[in-house]
Every structure is written in C-alpha cells, then in structure tokens.
C-alpha cells in the first residue's frame, strides 16, 4: 500500500512538472510555500497572478519561477573580490612625503 502511496505520488509530481498554469494549492507544492504565503504575496501584489474570472488565481510556472530567482545574493567571496578589484583599479592617492 505504501509502494503505490509513492508511486501515485510520483506520478502526480511528473504531471505537475508538466503544467505551464498552476492554482494555489499546486504552487504550494512547486515552491514549497504555504497556502496563507501565497494569498498574502497576491493580496501585496509582490507575486505575478492572474485571475480571469475575478475569484480564482493562477500563475504561470516561467513567472513564478522568474520570480523565485529574483534579487540574487552574491557570496561573500564574489563581494570581496569586487571590493579588492575596485581598490586596486583606483589610483593610490596617498600621504605626501
């Protein structure tokens, strides 16, 4: 019985892979994020929706996951590096002798 838990499981994650429009309930399982999550970012506005006929909302995988991938931290090391590179491009405009 658990085998084929998991097997219907997977089978519904291979169909979810597969749709370009996603309800709420399938974009908490695609992102990982709760229902209540979801419903505040719509209410802000922060999160791209659409709702065609004025009640129930739908996203687009490709704007969803657009939006999953905005304002990227870069590594502490990446940061160090561009500070060291702009230091060194400067001129040394240092204490006369």
Do not use: H
């Not at 709420?24 to 994020?33: N, P």
């Amino acid at each position: 019985m658990k085998q084929e838990n998991n097997t219907l499981a997977e089978i519904e994650n291979l169909l979810l892979a597969q749709k370009r429009t996603l309800n709420v309930k399938e974009l908490c399982r695609f992102t990982g994020l709760s229902e209540s999550f979801i419903y505040k970012l719509t209410a802000a506005k922060r999160i791209p929706f659409s709702r065609p006929n004025g009640k129930i909302i739908f996203f687009d995988r490709e704007k969803i996951q657009n939006f999953l991938l905005s304002n990227p931290i870069d590594p502490t090391e990446d940061i160090e590096q561009e500070a060291i590179d702009y230091i060194a491009a400067k001129p040394w405009k240092g204490f006369r002798s």
